[in-house]
């Protein structure tokens, strides 16, 4: 029964990273040093998460500015150690930026909303993390459902923790205290 248990997890953990269309944003350490990013810096020059530059890029703030990098180097700060970054697939629950990061061998995700767009899926997840601390993943089904997961929202940025429903982040307290004490 445990080794049901377990290897359910195993697959529902990997069905939400391959329908979250990661994209590896890792350094052959591990993590991509804040003064070596490539990727995801708003130089005219360069792609900005995949995107070329003659694109319009979605987010307005620098890369130093961004609050996922805010957060993500708060979480450093406090001690956590975080395994790996991926840049997600934002726009398909509405929002302008995410990443993801795997702590304590568990996933977590960070988006970056626009709280004054009118994009249907951006309205209803920041109006449903706000009252309900749950983001629909829509347009996605995992055995004809569509996925829900624990949220939280401090300004324009919500935190989710995908695998929630299956067992508790073993760092989710800390996670969420470093989330309300941070202004944006």
Sequence with gaps: MKKKKILLAIVILLLFTLMSCEKDTNSDNGMTNQNE?????LDSTSQVNGVEPSEPVVNETSFEESPLLLFENAMK????TIENRN??????????????WTISGL???GYVFDLNS???????????????HLLTYYNVEVNGETPVSLAEINGNLVIVFPMEDM????KKDEI???????SF
């Design 37 to 41: 990013v490539q990727e995801n810096t």
């Design 77 to 80: 700060e406090s001690g956590l």
């Design 176 to 182: 969420l205290e470093i989330l309300r004490n941070m």
């Design 118 to 132: 009118n994009d249907a899926n951006s309205i209803a997840n920041v109006e449903q993390v706000q009252n309900e």
């Design 107 to 109: 996933p977590i995700e």
């Design 87 to 100: 840049v997600k697939e934002a726009s398909m629950i509405g929002a302008l930026e995410g990443w993801g």
């Design 167 to 170: 067992m508790k982040h073993p």
